[in-house]
């Protein structure tokens, strides 16, 4: 272990994470433009982008073709529990978070991490699991938007802007093709600087795969709870949660065990899949209540720093 290869660990992760972000915003942009050009409704828009993580998706396959398990895995686990516990305690901690939602979103939100224990049953991730998460996400997506309808999940300055001053069809095509291309080149370098880091700096590939690597790609996720809050659209925060989780734990998973079939790390069947699904009962009894307050967002965060402190010693 030398302090040069340390530092190109970091250099490749750190660009690798700055590449993903910036290209995820060009792919909005290319996205919500092809949207309105298309005519298709806001509402329909905002429900699906309100929880594509692109930068997500393109880390998660990229470790999982390298073979590096905890962090394909931790794309999903690490990432859900970071939103669940972190983005939603910390911004209920900042803003105060008063909505209610449909009975059967909340029970859609219970129940999804609970499915995506499926992969986990063997040795590898099962090809034919992936199948069912995709299909499993393709319906309950389907039914957030048709009980959704009245509701607005996401109203970004994305939306606005597209929707005020549509661009030509070429400009949004070319955005979506750009931020494509660059988010698959950003998570080869978040995956190459992480794999780096297990080799090179005796960081255990659990510590980084389910806590720092989802930790730098979801920060941004604590922004996505407070704004929308703090200007009073707590349906628009709400509904962030609700649709990010669905593509965690459904669709990206589902994604890396039919394209990429890695093997099932021991702690994430014993410790990342139960945490979860308990962070994300907890969450769905506070959202049930209709208001998560300062003392329910500090314990939510307390549950990720229990996390973060169980990964590092048992890892």
């Given at each position: 272990m030398s302090a040069s290869s340390i530092l190109v660990a970091l250099l490749l992760f750190a660009a690798g994470v700055a590449v993903v972000v910036w290209s995820t915003e060009r792919l909005l942009?290319?996205?919500?433009?092809?949207?309105?050009?298309a005519s298709v409704a806001p509402f329909v828009v905002s429900a699906v982008l309100s929880g594509m993580e692109a930068e997500n998706v393109a880390v998660g396959l990229a470790a999982g073709s390298r073979g590096a398990a905890d962090v394909a895995l931790g794309t999903v686990f690490g990432g859900s529990i970071f939103l669940v516990c972190v983005a939603l305690g910390l911004g209920a901690m900042i803003a105060p978070l008063r909505v209610r939602l449909p009975r059967g979103v909340l029970v859609l939100f219970a129940a999804a991490p609970v499915v995506a224990g499926l992969p986990l049953l063997g040795d590898t991730t099962p090809r034919w699991t992936g199948a069912l998460l995709l299909l499993a996400f393709v319906v309950g997506l389907a039914y957030v938007v048709?009980?959704?309808r009245h509701h607005v999940f996401m109203?970004?300055?994305e939306v606005e802007e597209a929707t005020e001053r549509p661009r030509p069809v070429w400009v949004s095509v070319a955005f979506t093709v750009l931020g494509i291309g660059a988010i698959t080149a950003g998570g080869e370098l978040v995956a190459s600087g992480a794999t780096r880091l297990i080799a090179d700096a005796g960081l255990s590939a659990g510590l980084v795969g389910m806590v720092l690597t989802p930790a730098a790609i979801e920060a941004e996720e604590v922004v996505r709870q407070v704004v929308p809050a703090r200007a009073g659209r707590h349906d628009v925060s709400a509904g962030n949660v609700v649709g990010t989780l669905l593509w965690f734990a459904l669709f990206n998973l589902g994604l890396i065990a039919l394209a990429t079939p890695v093997r099932v790390p021991r702690l994430s069947r014993a410790l990342d899949y139960p945490f979860?699904?308990?962070?994300?009962?907890?969450?769905t009894a506070l959202l049930a209540r209709g208001r998560?307050?300062?003392?329910?967002?500090?314990m939510l965060v307390a549950l990720a720093v229990a996390y973060a402190l169980l990964r590092g010693l048992l890892s």
């Open positions: 942009h290319g996205l919500v433009g092809i949207a309105v050009v048709r009980v959704s109203e970004s300055d979860l699904v308990g962070a994300t009962w907890l969450a998560i307050g300062r003392t329910a967002g500090a």
